[in-house]
C-alpha cells in the first residue's frame, strides 16, 4: 500500500496536487494503511507549512505502476 496525499497550497487553495509518500506498506492490508497513516499525515504537514492536506487515501501498488 502507498500513502497518498492531496495536497493544496494555503495561499492559493484552488492549486491542489497528489503527493504520493515514500512510505509504502507493501505487506499491510489497506486497514493497516489506515491506521498507520495519521501521524505520518501530520507530520508531512508540519514539515511543509505552505501546503494544506485537503485529504488522504491508501492506495494498492498495482496502481502506482498503471500510473
Not at 8 to 28: D, F, I, K, Q, W
Request: overall charge neutral.
Amino acid at each position: 500500500m502507498d500513502l497518498v496525499l492531496v495536497v493544496c497550497l494555503v495561499a492559493s487553495p484552488g492549486h491542489c496536487r497528489p503527493e504520493r509518500l515514500a512510505y509504502s506498506y507493501e505487506a499491510a492490508a489497506p486497514q493497516a494503511c489506515m491506521a498507520a497513516a495519521p501521524p505520518i499525515v501530520a507530520e508531512w504537514t508540519e514539515t511543509h507549512p505552505e501546503w494544506s492536506v485537503a485529504r488522504w487515501r491508501c492506495e494498492p501498488l498495482e496502481r502506482r505502476a498503471r500510473r
